[in-house]
């Protein structure tokens, strides 16, 4: 049974950071693309960074500059580094992996999510 469980949210102030780490189990983060996804009340999730097996990534221009992922396959985590955060960054954050392609992942189509991680940023 394939779970993706994540960590590292919580409530920093505004310039802040925080690292988020998706941890796999039953599954093996090498050869397929990930992805973290955002949702803040009201609104739609988002994208905000994606990797695929070779390395290749996507952001999304909100966070262009200031958010960096990165996977361990040796330790099959997934990670986001988020710096210089603002409070608009807040939002409940979710990891996603699948087979498929990054352009796939990125637009959400993925088979495994995790449960998500509380991001808040105050002024």
């Known amino acids: 049974q394939v779970q993706l469980v994540e960590s590292g949210g919580g409530s920093v102030q505004a310039g802040g950071s925080l690292r988020l780490s998706c941890a796999a189990y039953g599954y093996t983060y090498s050869s397929n693309s990930m992805g973290w996804f955002r949702q803040a009340p009201g609104k739609e999730r988002e994208g905000v960074a994606a990797?695929?097996?070779?390395?290749?990534?996507r952001y999304a221009d909100s966070v262009k500059g200031r958010f960096t992922i990165s996977k361990d396959n040796a330790k099959n985590t997934l990670y986001l580094q988020m710096n210089s955060l603002k409070p608009e960054d807040t939002a409940m954050y979710y990891c996603?992996?699948?087979?498929?392609?990054?352009?796939?992942?990125?637009?959400?189509?993925?088979?495994?999510w995790g449960q998500g991680t509380q991001v808040t940023v105050s002024s």
């Open positions: 990797i695929d097996s070779s390395g290749a990534t």
């Open positions: 996603a992996a699948d087979e498929r392609a990054l352009t796939s992942v990125w637009l959400g189509y993925a088979n495994y």
